[in-house]
């Protein structure tokens, strides 16, 4: 059935590309969803109006920077595990690591920055969490 169903495609249809008869059959299920590898897409972060709303912020921000006292908060984390790619043994021999079955915890900073320099900072082990930032926003608005 599936190939008659095929061949009245193609007489129907001439220029269309080859279907085969199990492409026919998912179509006659419904079956037409597969399970695909994941592709990571970009955010349209450099369209023109992203560059645009950039520039007329950064504009803004010069001719301001004097008016207001701006506070620049930045978090970051740090994976403090490292580990050697390279190693040396004699010819013949092959270069082994011995590795531990965990890795080492990370480390998040946070600092509070004005035009003159360092107002706060901070180091936690482990991740940001809601709480803890703003724990941090909290005492720097007291200094």
Known sequence: MLIVINQEVRVRLPDAPHVTPSTI???LKGQLITTKKLEDAPVKRNSETTKGQRRDFATWLLQNAQ???FIYIDEAGIKIWTKRTRGQVRRGDRAMR??????GQNISMTAANVM???VRHELHRGGMTAERFNQFLHDTSLQ
């Open 25 to 27: 059959s998912n179509v």
């Open 67 to 69: 008016r207001y006292n």
């Open 98 to 103: 011995i590795v531990q079955g965990r890795r």
């Open 116 to 118: 003159n320099g360092l």
